[in-house]
């Protein structure tokens, strides 16, 4: 089984650029989690989807942040304007609606502002 | 409050030892329970999951107090391999997931 996809893995901006990331979940995985991790802390919750619906975007910084899920599958989050504060590594993970639920990650994309 | 507390550590422990992990969190309702093991600069991967009963798998034990809302986990004879962190995470209706801070672990030779 494929696992949670991710791109870029890493990306480097100047501050006041955008930048935008993108996830294609595990086949059939109804639920899409963008998290953010900074460095020494555990993963933040910025959107959860379920299929094409948003779930919870109540930590999303909705003035710079945005995310999709058009068609229930993959999904982008995008940064505009980013901050140096950003920089972090964005994480998407995937999970069923049946079975045990757990989470599957992708490896991330490692976000660096300047 | 935060929703999940853990110790961040470190925790420095000699290969073989036993060494323990702790973890509440603040949601009542939460339905089901996970620790995920995070290796420096990967993503989290799924350690086990934690049943009502207590389960064990290999070296690793993970324990459920509903009650106290309470969860730990056990690793027996350390291995250098182990050293990465351990993220207690509680799942709530909805499939929504909370993460702790995690607890780091070395395990030195």
């Known amino acids: 089984e494929a696992g949670v996809a991710q791109s870029p893995r890493y990306k480097i901006i100047e501050k006041r650029q955008s930048v935008a990331f993108w996830c294609n979940p595990i086949s059939g995985h109804a639920t899409l989690y963008w998290y953010q991790q900074i460095l020494g802390q555990g993963p933040k919750l910025l959107i959860q989807?379920?299929?094409?619906?948003?779930?919870?975007d109540s930590q999303l910084p909705k003035d710079r942040f945005s995310a999709e899920r058009l068609k229930g599958v993959d999904s982008t989050l995008k940064i505009q304007p980013a901050k140096l504060e950003d920089s972090a590594v964005y994480l998407c993970?995937?999970?069923?609606?049946?079975?045990?639920?757990?989470?599957?990650f992708g490896p991330g994309t490692r976000l660096t502002v300047l | 409050r935060k929703e999940v507390e853990q110790d961040p550590g470190p925790f420095n422990v000699p290969e073989g030892a036993t060494v323990a992990f702790n973890c509440t969190y603040s949601n009542s309702a939460s339905q089901s329970f996970f620790w995920y093991r995070q290796d420096c600069r990967k993503e989290p991967k799924l350690l086990m999951s934690v049943y009502s009963s207590g389960n064990e798998d290999g070296r690793f034990t993970a324990q459920l107090n509903r009650a106290s809302q309470y969860i730990s986990l056990l690793i027996r004879d350390s291995k250098l391999s182990d050293s990465a962190t351990y993220l207690c995470v509680p799942k709530a209706a909805g499939n929504q997931f909370y993460f702790g801070t995690g607890t780091s672990l070395t395990v030195i030779p």
């Open positions: 989807f379920q299929n094409n619906g948003v779930v919870d």
């Open positions: 993970a995937s999970s069923s609606l049946a079975g045990n639920n757990e989470q599957f």
